[in-house]
């Protein structure tokens, strides 16, 4: 074995391949397909977007997982653990696990060249294969259509939300970025777009390939009453007196909805009773979105990182409506639209604590300063890094005040990973 470690794996990997990312399927399948020539026996759900990929991943595998079908989910980044990306039955593979594999992924490869993202995927693969699962979520990493969850033919592939992000590798407009995204969506399968108003290359490209597209607001709508909600779909489908997801902000109703769309596509393979779907709904978690820890000054997590999710936020943090102030742990990485998270956020935040992210393409704190300054804004401390950023913002706090940690998964995972370590 080349490690024994998984840390030692994981930093090795980081070095392999010349580029980050690497797009493009040829290279992945081809180890794939020398990994296991046999067909892949689960169903196959991937998961596209911009935004809510996560939400969407969990709630599917919450309610699957209650339905009593084995479920293997696959999701990027993690928070805390690496090994949180493979889910099996709710739980995390283990350290031994994931060696195996790489050792076995190592061996296949050759002389191929793959990323570090490719060993995740194919290491995730090979468990879930060796697992005796009945349904697999593949939440792409980049894109869709050559992102290397795409090796897998999806039975039905949920697009989530189109909004600009990665727009180096994407495209620089929602039609651009769509596109890449339907690589998902494959013939006569169902292609299922979260959105009301998707860009017009999606429903091009599915008609092209002649997928069975169903859009929100038109193969399936809900509708809202007192306390629960109404799912309507296809064919007279309908799902009623639906609970809240237990995942906060308005959003999670379009994203549950989607979801629903999903199970129903699959009810003759796999169905899904109307008491494990709430019970589904209503027990998934997810951790850094929206995410509020227990205590007072409240403190919110969440990842939100560009336009569209902080829009979402910015909703979000309107119906929590905190009593006092909103002090904003805030940082991003250099690749993502500071101007235009700032200028968003600027007037719900009454105080804000720029955090310097010390991990690669992060901004230091003074990066950040321009972006706020831009803005009119005066009430900003420099922070040399995410703990004290937040110990700052912690030791300011009035007791009615929300403390909002948001801009980047490395600031969320930093401060929940801080939490946790104090008991929280």
Known sequence: MRFHHLQDWL??????????????????????????????????ITVAGTNGKGSCSAMLESVYRHAGYRVGCYTSPHLIHYNERILIDGHAVDDDSLCAVFEAIDQARADTSITYFEFGTLAALMLFSQ???????????????????????????LLTSVGLDHQDWLGHDRESIGLEKAGIFRTARPAICAESYPPESVLSYAREIAADCLVYGQAYQIEISQGSWSWYGPDGHS?????????????????????IMVIESLASRMPVSQSHLR?????????????????????????????????????????????????AVFGMLEDKDVAGAVKLLSPSVDHWYLATINAPRGLGADQLKPALESEGVKNFHLNHDISSAFDQAREDAMVEDCILVCGSFYIVAEVLRQQRSKGY
């Open 279 to 327: 019970q589904g709904l209503r027990e998934v978690s997810l951790p850094g979105r929206f995410q509020v820890l227990p205590g007072k000054p409240s403190v919110i997590l969440d990842v939100a990182h560009n336009p569209q999710a902080i829009k979402v936020l910015i909703d979000n943090l309107k119906a929590f409506a905190c009593p006092g102030r909103i002090l």
């Open 239 to 259: 799902r009623y007196g639906l609970p809240m997801p237990s995942l906060r902000g308005h959003k999670q109703l379009e994203n549950a909805a989607a979801v």
């Open 11 to 44: 930093s090795w990997q980081e070095t392999l391949h010349p580029n980050a990312i690497e797009l493009g399927l040829e290279r992945v399948r081809d180890v794939w397909n020398r990994l296991h020539p046999q067909a892949f026996k689960p169903i196959v």
């Open 131 to 157: 697992a005796d699962l009945d349904v697999v979520i593949l939440e792409v990493g980049l894109g869709g259509r050559l992102d290397a969850v795409n090796i897998m033919d999806a039975d039905v592939a």
